[in-house]
């Protein structure tokens, strides 16, 4: 089952422009990760932010968190055609070390 | 390192044949991940592993699935007989502790 749930499902931005995704989750988490996936290839990585912290940056993304809403949001800043891929958030609950995946947000940059 | 090793990277079988996807995580990884995506289902977790021991296998979709981790350093999804519906890319991640999960670059499986 799945545990994050993105939005939009798909996203078309003009080069430049900042990109914004969200995902809501439905139970506790331990913490919560940003994942980046081109065409054809394994996830990637992006960011992880505890339970306990609000807000992270990496470079040219932001991600917030809000226990009380269950929701997260990563934002792209200054995109370029090299962010164009899907995203991913996954929960890690305090239950469990299950790392779940949303179903992605498809985001694509237009030049 | 050379991260999260999977092979084979295309495997193509016939319905009802055995397949086995193997995979070499990350060293020091205590944590391993089998995931199936498919377009409809998007990303599935299988099976997990922590220190070699399978702690969660409730996602495995059927008995024709089985999971192994003989040691920190080898893990196997096998599925027999495989079925047309198996068709999808299999990704094997490990991790270290409740951390970031590193996937390889995966399995393409198709079943014909």
């Known amino acids: 089952s799945q545990q994050g749930e993105e939005d939009p499902q798909a996203l078309s931005i003009q080069e430049g422009e900042n990109a914004t995704m969200n995902c809501s989750y439905k139970t506790s988490i331990n913490n919560l990760q940003w994942y980046r996936q081109n065409s054809g290839r394994g996830l990637v990585h992006l960011i992880l932010?505890?339970?306990?912290?609000r807000e992270k940056h990496s470079g040219r993304l932001r991600v917030t968190l809000d226990t009380s809403k269950k929701s997260s949001s990563l934002l792209i800043t200054a995109s370029r055609a090299a962010d164009t891929a899907s995203y991913f958030c996954a929960t890690v609950t305090n239950r469990d070390d299950k790392i779940i995946f949303g179903k992605g947000t498809r985001l694509h940059i237009l030049p | 390192d050379a991260g999260v090793i999977q092979s084979p990277r295309h495997e193509v079988t016939e319905m009802g044949q055995e397949v086995t996807l193997r995979c070499k995580p990350i060293s020091g990884h205590d944590y391993l991940f089998w995931y199936r995506q498919t377009m409809m289902r998007g990303l599935e977790l299988l099976i997990y592993f922590n220190n070699n021991v399978p702690i969660d296998d409730s996602g495995m979709p059927e008995d024709r699935f089985s999971a192994k981790m003989p040691n920190a350093s080898f893990s196997t999804l096998k599925i027999q007989p495989s079925e047309p519906r198996d068709s999808a890319v299999y990704f094997c991640?490990?991790?270290?502790?409740?951390?970031?999960?590193?996937f390889g670059q995966g399995t393409r499986l198709t079943v014909v």
């Open positions: 932010i505890r339970s306990n912290e």
């Open positions: 991640a490990s991790s270290h502790g409740q951390g970031k999960a590193f």
